[in-house]
């Protein structure tokens, strides 16, 4: 058996649609992010710690989420 943190959660309908709204304003921030700060470490590592926040942010939506199914 696989722990809860580690196994795969199915999002359910509701989770899906936070999901893609998250994912969407992730994409605006990266885009701001390109357009606004100069080619230059600090910005890809803004660019990767905004990866990073998506991520969590995404699992905090079916990791919390008690009609997401784990798989």
């Given at each position: 058996?696989?722990?809860?943190?580690?196994?795969?959660?199915?999002?359910?309908?509701?989770?899906?649609?936070?999901i893609?709204?998250?994912?969407?304003?992730?994409?605006?921030?990266?885009?701001?992010?390109?357009?606004?700060?100069?080619?230059?470490?600090?910005?890809?590592v803004?660019?990767?710690?905004?990866?990073?926040?998506?991520?969590?942010?995404?699992?905090?939506?079916?990791?919390?989420?008690?009609?997401?199914?784990?798989?």
């Amino acid at each position: 058996m696989i722990d809860k943190p580690f196994a795969y959660h199915k999002p359910s309908e509701m989770g899906l649609l936070k999901i893609t709204a998250l994912r969407e304003q992730f994409s605006k921030t990266k885009q701001l992010i390109e357009e606004t700060c100069p080619e230059s470490r600090q910005r890809a590592v803004a660019i990767t710690e905004l990866e990073t926040s998506a991520m969590w942010a995404i699992k905090s939506v079916v990791f919390n989420d008690p009609k997401s199914e784990v798989e």
